[in-house]
């Protein structure tokens, strides 16, 4: 199954301790689709949407993964589908023209006055710089106002994954 990763799961070492068989396919576009950071996370944060706008001047970056069957169904607990997010199925392509059918999750649950962690938009951009995005795009995701996590245990639980091991 070819899964759409665009906001958190993005990051090549988040989305394999979550799914360790997962195998990176490439960086591709979602056109008309804005990422917005307004899907109300169960920690009470923002997280990742990919949200539809229409507009051919939207576009959202992210990394197509190739996932199993059993995987896929622990990650959508993890995600949440049915209350936080849900699947839905789109056309996605890379810079060479190459359209792939994948799925993605988008967000069920939203509050555009919420704002995310700042550890979770470490992981946001941490998988774009993964994925060599514009700078704009990079610089569009570093604008993002975060929250500070009073739960320093589960930032440092969050971040943990990037340091050697």
Known sequence: MKYFAYG???SI????YRTPGVELLGVFTLKQYDLRFHQHGSDGSGKCDAFFTGSDDDVVWGMVYEINREEKAYLDTIEGVGSAYEILDVQVENEAGEQLDVFMYVASAINPAIKPYSWYKIHVLTG???GTFPQPY?????AVDVLVDDNKSRELQELAIYQPS
């Open 13 to 16: 070492r988040r989305l394999k």
């Open 8 to 10: 958190s799961n993005m």
């Open 128 to 130: 774009a710089l993964e």
């Open 138 to 142: 990079l610089e569009k995701i570093n």
